[in-house]
């Protein structure tokens, strides 16, 4: 899982602009940030860290520029390395550069492929690299000593037959245009925006907010869009839509304040919020108060006691300089995280039972740690509701949260989950009630893979076995 973001102009460098449009993505990915821009010759500055680490007042006065690309990387496979950060550049045919957000599920066929048959010779372990060089590998094709909005078409059809996953894709090419595509089954979000002469495309719609763009909505599943020098928009439909976003978004990944694919991430978590007050009823207990799991699980707890007319408390205090534990690199740094992210308000949870709200439970390691943390401050109950239904299976498609042998729920009943963590009672969402507040009523085929071990794609054993042995073997890369 990754933020990217691409920009086009005319008159005025784009460089200051992705930098903060990064900013506002920097949830998506914390472990490497670039930027690439174009004013007749492409100026790259990427490496390891958050996007506020990467970039200075010097290094963002050398991006010029009208058209520019950017990503804060989440990897999904190898350990992270320099030269894993996007953009990645091929200077031929044209001169391409490419960001993408997602997961190739053939990367290393591709990669073999590539460079024994095509002989290209690929660098790193990012996918995007194996994207990009199936797309320059297409268009090299093409006759024209010019390439046309009809040929690049062409090309990112031939990446929709060559590349199998989840991808979601901007790139800057080498007539200072912009091309962005979305894969055939629409897994990573990606949407459109415009402002006067710049046209925009971003992860998230939060990303349009923050820049004053207006939003244009969503670069459909198998669509690709060129924008031209001049501000000019040519969309096409490449191949047939087989729309299946992950709802793993909505749950958890994506901002509250962003609508990815026509739904809010708020109102879609405050739905979840309200059917998993139905589940707590059920459950017959009566707490003293809701503690929202800052911050995904603030939405639906306040749903939550609206629902029910129990008492909602900040009882739980977030450092807001902690990233992210959900997609720290190990399970090490995860543990340690919670103590340092988290702090519970002694005053507010002493004698008091407890009701915890959650977004999900991956190995159950974080879930424990946290009940540990509350309950030194004294509650008499500790109950954990969770509004995501229960993890069973491992994504493919380019959030890395365990493989499928680290899944607490795989091989333990609820019961068991509820002794392991330490809670008095676990409350868990169902699996169709969150299917169901998610879309809101809309009609949606989501991925639900991670939940209910059904792919959009065709996967095997040996395909998930592969995965594994790819991310146990993968180290993280240090910072210095």
Known sequence: MCGIVGIIGQGRDVGYDLYEAMLTLQHRGQDAAGIATFDGILHLKKGIGL??????????????????????????????????SQPFYVNYPYGVAMVHNGNVINFFALKEELQKVHRRQLNSSSDVEAILNVFADELVHKDSSAFSADDLFDAVGGVFRRVQGAYSVVAMLGDGSLLAFRDPLGIRPLVMGRKETMTAFASETVTFDFLGFENLGDVSAGEAVHVSTDGRITRRQISEPNHHPCIFEWVYFARPDSVIDGIGVLEARRRLGKTLAKRCREAGIEPDMVVPVPDTGRPAALALTEATGWRLSEGLIRNRYIQRTFIMPTQTKRRSSVRQKFNPVRSELAGRKVLLVDDTIVRG??????????????????????????????????????TRDEFIAKDHPEE????????????????????????????????????SGKYPTPVTDADLDRIAAERNSAKPYPRT
């Open 365 to 402: 390691n974080t879930s424990l740690e946290l009940i540990k943390l509350v309950r030194q401050a004294g509650p008499s109950k500790v109950y954990y509701a969770v509004y995501g239904s229960t993890l069973r299976s491992p994504c493919i498609y380019g959030i890395d949260m365990a």
């Open 51 to 84: 996007v506020q680490q990467v970039f200075n007042r010097k290094n963002l006065s050398r991006l010029r520029g009208p058209v520019g690309i950017g990503q804060a990387r989440y990897p999904t496979i190898g350990r992270g390395s320099p030269e894993d």
């Open 416 to 451: 068991e989950i509820e002794r392991l963590i330490g809670a008095d009672r676990l409350i868990y969402q169902t699996y169709d009630d969150m299917v169901a507040a998610v879309a809101g009523g809309r009609k949606m085929n989501f991925c639900t893979a991670c939940f």
